[in-house]
């Protein structure tokens, strides 16, 4: 039986389109269970195949300013014309629970996070070279040349910002990756100040 931790660990995850990180997320939870994957709130349209409430929280535009209005939001964006956005209470309940939090946000988004609580830990995806990123995207046979090169400069952009993460995960494998990540939140999870708890009174 695994030892209910005082407060749960806030996890920012974030990598560069086509790196893969939905799939190292899903490999991530199947692994474990005991980890709240939040889902963001957006204005955009469902996709195909997309639910609300699995992919997204799909809300109109005035009810994503009202959430803004109220800062009931731990961070939000605009991309392409769609507000997305983090509930902060949603958040603030599972982390008091003694539950993992994972958020999958882009570097804006990250960044937020950090500034709101300091204690959350950053780790950036990455693929085992900026060649096989661009084999990746091109290899989804979805975009067009034009999108994908845009993508690719939108990544350029995204790696300057990888000295601001705590951990830097190179997803060749999607297994190893996973596993990477489960290693860092066992480590962040042995760190004093999380502990202290257990041992006091002793």
């Given at each position: 039986?695994?030892?209910?931790?005082?407060?749960?660990q806030?996890?920012?995850?974030?990598?560069?389109?086509?790196?893969?990180k939905s799939?190292?997320?899903?490999?991530?939870?199947s692994?474990r269970?005991?980890?709240?994957?939040?889902?963001?709130f957006?204005?955009?349209?469902?996709r195909?195949?997309e639910?609300?409430?699995?992919?997204y929280?799909?809300?109109t535009r005035?009810?994503?300013?009202?959430m803004?209005?109220?800062?009931d939001?731990?961070?939000?964006?605009?991309?392409?014309h769609?507000?997305?956005g983090t509930?902060?209470?949603l958040?603030?309940?599972?982390?008091?629970q003694?539950i993992?939090?994972?958020?999958?946000?882009?570097?804006?988004?990250?960044?937020k996070?950090?500034?709101?609580?300091?204690?959350?830990?950053?780790?950036?995806?990455?693929?085992?070279?900026?060649?096989?990123l661009?084999?990746?995207?091109?290899?989804?046979?979805?975009d067009?040349?034009?999108?994908i090169?845009?993508?690719l400069?939108k990544?350029?952009e995204?790696?300057?910002?990888?000295?601001n993460y705590?951990?830097?995960v190179?997803n060749?494998?999607?297994?190893?990756?996973?596993?990477?990540?489960?290693?860092?939140?066992?480590?962040e999870d042995?760190?004093?100040?999380?502990?202290?708890h257990?041992?006091?009174?002793?």
């Open positions: 039986m695994k030892q209910k931790k005082a407060r749960g806030l996890i920012v995850l974030s990598g560069p389109s086509g790196v893969g799939t190292v997320i899903s490999e991530l939870l692994e269970s005991d980890i709240y994957f939040s889902v963001s957006t204005t955009r349209a469902p195909v195949g639910a609300d409430g699995v992919n929280h799909f809300v005035e009810q994503f300013e009202e803004i209005a109220r800062n939001l731990l961070e939000y964006a605009e991309y392409v769609n507000y997305y509930s902060l209470r958040i603030q309940e599972k982390l008091e003694g993992d939090v994972l958020l999958d946000i882009e570097v804006q988004g990250a960044a996070v950090k500034t709101r609580c300091p204690e959350a830990v950053l780790i950036f995806i990455v693929p085992p070279s900026f060649e096989e661009s084999r990746r995207l091109h290899g989804r046979a979805t067009l040349e034009e999108v090169q845009g993508r400069t990544a350029r995204e790696y300057q910002e990888i000295p705590d951990y830097l190179v060749d494998k999607v297994s190893e990756a996973a596993a990477e990540i489960i290693a860092i939140l066992t480590a042995c760190r004093t100040n999380n502990r202290l257990l041992v006091e009174g002793i």
